[in-house]
């Protein structure tokens, strides 16, 4: 009797330490299938990346049905989304075209290179302060606090007034986990409607207060007698906490423990063999920070030689993507900072959907792990423990002696 094939289980056991072996099983034997719980998953790089750049949906209007995998109600529609589905997130053009041209506008490469100064400065605070005690955690004392310095100088909200709003957003983001029990469900929503409030207290006060900074220019921003209604700019403020922060700090933890862990790759960084912006490429493809996206398919989607029908849910594995030998090659479940095609990696999406924080993402972590490559060239890893998430995935306590 042949073998039942595997299906997606984030709750394996072994999953939440390492979740790559699972990814490996489901492309070679299931790389496309349907999932007992309403949706369907792809996890070879081909089909992944051809999925981020068809002209399929982000909105669940058009699902024929809602699977169990995100659902929190029997119903569809945005209003079930987090802001209201106004965000860039949760948008297909024409709003998101028009959306994302606004955005655009005041979050361009210009505004991000000129936070270079202030982001080496909080990496070398930081690590003169890891330096000085010997060692640390490396979330609370580095991964947290740098990225969410760096968006708040960015949008120009003053961090000190920030706290209530960085723990609000990590409840938030607990929302692009599969399956969240009612009661976290619950918590979701309520920290929802009071982000929402706290942004608009934060953009009267920037009101008030304008200055050269992102969010006077989301103010400010209109193109063509457009703008954004007070609504869509809470929520685009709230998505750029979320996607400026929260997947950030993934990205410098699971970076680090990749250096820490690979103690060669580690010296080509920090001997300059290698340069800190080719190494965060493939840092962000060895481990990527965010795991999981999905899609809503308005058209059948082929994959594999599998027709999946319009109206479904669509699950596209980052993680199994970025490590798919058939693309990558036989070591592609290897670390090799020089590796040349690493920026061909899936972890910040592609087409209209392209992550719009992609940049200051990549300025922070190149800085950030150049730093501490060179400031600790005998780091070593003391304690580990995961955050138990399926998608945004990463360490909840990073511990090292220097």
């Known amino acids: 009797m042949a073998a039942t094939p595997p299906v997606f289980d984030p709750f394996a056991p072994g999953y939440a330490d390492d979740p790559y072996p699972h990814y490996a099983r489901l492309r070679d034997r299931a790389p496309v299938h349907e999932h007992p719980l309403g949706f369907w998953i792809v996890s070879r790089y081909r089909d992944v990346a051809a999925l981020q750049r068809a002209a399929q949906s982000v909105d669940e209007q058009y699902l024929t049905r809602l699977p169990t995998w995100k659902s929190d109600s ?14 860039l997130l949760d948008q297909d053009p024409p709003d998101h075209t028009r959306l994302r041209r606004l955005v655009s506008k005041a979050f361009g490469p210009r505004a991000v290179q000129a936070l270079r100064p202030r982001i080496e400065h909080h990496v070398d605070t930081a690590l003169d302060r890891i330096a000085a005690t010997g060692g640390a955690d490396v979330l609370p004392e ?13 949008l120009g909200i003053p961090v000190l007034e920030s706290t209530r709003l960085r723990e609000l957003v990590g409840t938030l983001v607990l929302a692009l986990e599969p399956l969240p029990d009612p009661a976290l469900q619950a918590r979701i929503r309520a920290a929802d409607t ?24 989301l103010i400010a921003a209109e193109h063509d007698g457009d703008v954004l209604n ?22 410098l933890a699971n970076g680090i423990l990749a250096l820490l862990r690979h103690p060669g790759q580690a010296r080509q960084l ?22 999981l996206m999905r899609r809503v398919t308005v058209t059948p989607f082929t994959a594999n030689d599998i027709e999946i029908p ?10 199994a993507a970025n490590r798919d030998p058939a693309f990558w090659g036989d070591d592609a479940g290897r670390l090799r900072l020089d590796r040349p095609d690493a920026g061909r990696h899936l972890s910040f999406g592609a087409g209209i959907h392209h992550c719009l924080g992609a940049g200051l993402a990549r300025l922070e972590a190149e800085i950030a792990f150049a730093a501490f490559a060179r400031r600790f060239p ?25």
């Open 230 to 251: 007070a609504d869509e700019l809470a929520a685009q403020v709230v998505l750029l906490y979320i996607a400026g922060h929260e997947t950030t700090v993934n990205l």
């Open 194 to 217: 009071e982000v929402l409030a706290l942004v608009a207290d934060l953009i009267a006060w920037k009101r008030a207060h304008l200055a050269d900074d992102v969010l006077t220019r």
């Open 142 to 154: 580095f991964a947290f606090p740098l990225p969410f310095a760096v968006i708040s100088e960015l």
């Open 378 to 402: 005998h780091a070593e890893l003391l304690e580990l423990e995961h955050n138990g998430r399926i998608n945004v995935r990463g360490p909840a306590r990073l511990t090292i002696s220097v």
């Open 270 to 291: 920090r001997t300059g063999a290698v340069p800190a912006a080719d190494a965060v490429e493939e840092l962000l493809r060895y481990d990527t920070p965010v795991h």
């Open 74 to 87: 029997g119903t569809l529609g945005k209003r079930n989304r987090m802001m209201g589905g106004l965000s």
């Open 310 to 319: 319009s109206g479904s849910w669509v699950v596209a594995c980052l993680g």
